[in-house]
């Protein structure tokens, strides 16, 4: 859609989604390293896993945001090219880096706190109720 209403293309070449998909894995795979990493370091409190991973997402925010920014003026650079496929790529790539920098740091710790999250039970009584 966004190639259709700018650059008057309806169809992408046949390797834009490729090389999109190539660039965001990469820097997804990035943000997962660098969460897992603060995740398990912030484990050795014997917190929650739910507290665990917003105070992960919290500390690592910086460096996804700042990364996600460096990637996308690399890739904006593309633009005056020229050359359809850049362009078509570099839209594409700054198209998914905002939902990536946007909509990954908030499902992930709302994913993991759904999960793990037992209310406001402590483990006394969740133990208590078991019994």
């Given at each position: 859609?966004?190639?259709?209403?700018?650059?008057?293309?309806?169809?992408?070449?046949?390797?834009?989604?490729?090389?999109?998909?190539?660039?965001?894995?990469?820097?997804?795979?990035?943000?997962?390293?660098?969460?897992?990493?603060?995740?398990?370091?912030?484990?050795?409190?014997?917190?929650?896993?739910?507290?665990?991973?917003?105070?992960?997402?919290?500390?690592?925010?910086?460096?996804?945001?700042?990364?996600?920014?460096?990637?996308?003026?690399?890739?904006?650079?593309?633009?005056?090219?020229?050359?359809?496929?850049?362009?078509?790529?570099?839209?594409?790539?700054?198209?998914?880096?905002?939902?990536?920098?946007?909509?990954?740091?908030?499902?992930?710790?709302?994913?993991?706190?759904?999960?793990?999250?037992?209310?406001?039970l402590s483990d006394d009584?969740?133990?208590?109720?078991?019994?």
């Amino acid at each position: 859609m966004v190639s259709g209403a700018f650059l008057g293309e309806k169809m992408l070449t046949w390797n834009t989604p490729f090389f999109a998909f190539v660039m965001l894995i990469a820097l997804g795979v990035d943000y997962s390293i660098f969460l897992m990493m603060k995740y398990r370091e912030f484990g050795a409190d014997g917190e929650r896993p739910s507290v665990n991973i917003v105070r992960a997402s919290e500390v690592i925010g910086a460096v996804v945001l700042s990364a996600a920014l460096i990637l996308g003026g690399t890739f904006a650079a593309l633009m005056p090219s020229g050359v359809l496929t850049l362009i078509q790529v570099a839209l594409a790539v700054i198209i998914g880096l905002i939902i990536l920098v946007l909509i990954i740091p908030i499902l992930i710790p709302a994913a993991i706190h759904l999960t793990y999250d037992r209310g406001k039970l402590s483990d006394d009584d969740t133990k208590e109720e078991d019994e």
